[in-house]
């Protein structure tokens, strides 16, 4: 799938929330996730708060597009309004990765993405202990620096952990998911925001709404181009042959 984060790009702000949620359900994205931190988090920075009416809207909209919707979930004490949402998946963010309390009661039926971060692969196989191999672990390198995005880990994962590995983009050069496509992630995460200038928590590495779109599309072109690997004739015939 190609899931589209909004994570706090909305900066709280529920029309601005409605625009970036409204540009995923027009394009060709499967999927989109809101993010909800835990209390604490909102204690020392409440301009990020979204009303939870918020959340049972963006489900209702989300299905009626024919989309799935995710919740990257750190505060257990909404997991069972989640639930009574339907919500179709979660994503567990790197630092809750290593906590083993919060994996042990994050009791749910639902697909679980789970994002590695820096972690090393003893913590992410202690994880996979706790919540079980029927879910995906996300690659990514929290850095927006091409040099740290070390893209071979998607394939080092998907021979150590054989389960399913997405790529989620921190680069701040959103070419790099191109070089991940190689590795055949199971789904891709994008972050996205608005594109008038007003800094946002995941500024650097998201898609601007205006590129949403083209960027996509150009996605898809490169997973063409991917192949089985084989050497075989074509059947159509060869044009210029070398």
């Given at each position: 799938m190609k899931i589209i984060e909004i994570g706090h790009n909305h900066l709280g702000s529920r029309p601005r929330a409605t625009a970036l949620v409204t540009k995923v359900l027009d394009s060709e994205a499967d999927a989109l996730t809101l993010q909800i931190r835990e209390r604490e988090f909102y204690l020392g920075s409440p301009q990020?708060?979204?009303?939870?009416?918020?959340?049972?809207?963006?489900?209702?909209?989300s299905h009626s597009a024919g989309k799935s919707f995710g919740v990257a979930l750190s505060d257990l004490s909404l997991l069972s309004l989640c639930e009574q949402l339907s919500v179709d998946f979660y994503k567990i963010l790197s630092r809750d990765l290593e906590n083993s309390e919060f994996l042990s009661n994050f009791r749910t039926d639902k697909?679980?993405?789970l994002s590695t971060g820096m972690s090393p692969l003893e913590a992410i196989d202690a994880a996979v202990d706790i919540v079980g191999k029927d879910n995906t672990l996300i690659h990514t390198s929290l850095s927006d620096n091409l040099e740290d995005m070390n893209i071979k880990a998607i394939q080092t994962m998907q021979e150590y952990f054989n389960m399913p590995i997405a790529y989620g983009n921190h680069c701040k050069d959103i070419n790099a998911t191109f070089a991940a496509l190689a590795f055949n992630p199971s789904d891709i995460f994008l972050y996205l925001k608005v594109a008038d200038g007003t800094p946002c928590p995941d500024d650097a590495h998201a898609v601007t709404a205006r590129n949403l779109d083209s960027f996509l599309k150009s996605i898809c072109d490169v997973e063409k181009t991917i192949g089985n690997?084989?050497?075989?004739?074509l059947t159509d015939g060869i044009r210029g042959q070398k």
């Open positions: 990020y708060a979204l009303d939870p009416e918020f959340l049972t809207q963006t489900r209702i909209r697909k679980l993405y690997g084989v050497k075989c004739k």
